[in-house]
């Protein structure tokens, strides 16, 4: 699974002042500092109503102040420490169906820089009207972004590329024991400390990729604040499979459909899996592959490539590689890796269960769930591709750290869901769109033909955003 950004990146606003602060003197959240503020949305028409607006909106921008620990779980020096936290929240407040809260990507992808391109190009003039848009720069993201200059260099938006251990080590020190208050968990206590300063009773949520986890899991942790809920590419709020099973799978059936679509006769998946076993590159080729499918697919020329490759001739393919790694470069304040790898590692279960276990035991525990798996299972890669993606070696080097579970088995509550799957997406496979919908007791999945990761980016099918403004503004 990509957590990867979605969004051409945006200028980023004002300023967010430093990430940490000192002991809390009130503890109601509260919105400070209110001002104007200009979105940058780059290729987007000028708004006729000035700057700061989108689809007739103006945006202002606030801090939400708070606590580094929510729950008070691990006091010590840190205790009353405070985060920081930037919104941008469209000004008609008096929206007939209240708050959509636009939740971005990653871990690690800011909220507020993308306020005018999420209203005027992802979502629909009605929309916006119907609703009050608010968008969040999550903690560790942004301009208090949590920096790792190796691991942000090597890996720049992917999830997948696979960083030297060196890097992955630097990052945890560099950290240090506060990577702890950076779990899925810390975030929607964010989220609903929003809900309360905003003065609502709840929310309606509108999540792309990680974006969809932090709704899944607020609306699990908070059933009576949701209105409905809508799910853009899909991670199940269970798990995140470090070894991506699923992503491994689902290429075989993503390839062939590209080459169907294309008129090719060759078998890509059958050739895909001759190369890996020739070139042993498993981790680099998930890596190129799954993020060909973020924003519009791009799988047109692979076919061609990796038959060339199986004759000998890889220069497309590396080509391909070469290039896709290049656009993966980004700085922290559009992507942090360092929130990266903290959140996804204290979040996922691997096969050595979950952050707090101890690093001396994880590579056993990982080498006996390869060992179970069937060829099928990891077709048309290998095993050292489901062991050496970028996720796995990067979790299973982080350091142990303090974990509090999020409660197994839940279903998301009785409220709407939509939930949109690309066909072409292998950051977030239609299998994990499918795992959730069965448990969303009123959710509805639409698979967008077409369509990579981030349905409701322009570059896809209008079919996704045309599916959330029914949902949105219907009944």
Known sequence: MRYRYWLAVAALLGSCGAPLRGPAADPVPVLSGAHPCVQAAPG?????????????????????????????????????????????????????????????????????????????QLLEPAVVHDYRLVLLDQRGTGAGALHCPQLQQVMGTSDLTVPPVSAVQACAHAIGP??????????????????????????????????????ERYAITHPDRVSRLVLDSVVPHDNVDPLQLATIARTADVLRRVCQENGCTTDPAQELSEVVRARQDGPELLDTLTGLTVGKPRLTDVPAALHDAVRGDATKLDAIIATEHQNQAAPAEELSQGLHASTLCEDLHGPWGDAATPMADRAAATRKALAALSDAAVFPYDRATAA???????????????????????????????????DHDLSTPLPWAQQEAARAPQGHLVVIPGSGHSTQSSGNPALGRAAVTAFLTGP
């Open 178 to 215: 506060v990577r702890q208050f950076f779990s899925t968990a810390d975030t929607v206590a964010d989220l609903e400390a929003l809900r309360q300063a905003l003065g609502v009773d709840k929310l309606s949520l509108d999540g792309v990729s990680y974006g969809t986890f932090v709704a």
């Open 44 to 120: 987007a028409p000028a708004p006729g109503s000035g700057a700061g607006s989108s689809n007739g909106l103006r945006f202002s921008c606030a801090t939400l102040t708070v606590p580094l620990d929510h729950a008070g779980l691990h006091p010590g020096p840190r205790t009353g420490a405070q985060v920081s936290l930037q919104v941008a929240m469209a000004d008609n407040a008096d929206a007939p169906r209240g708050v959509l809260v636009f939740l971005t990507g990653g871990p690690g992808q800011p909220g507020v820089p993308f306020a005018a391109r999420v209203a005027h």
């Open 388 to 422: 050496g993606n970028g996720i796995a070696v990067t979790c299973q080097e982080w350091p142990a750290t303090p974990v509090v579970a999020f409660p197994a088995g839940r279903d998301l509550p009785a409220v709407p869901v939509l939930l949109l799957a690309g």
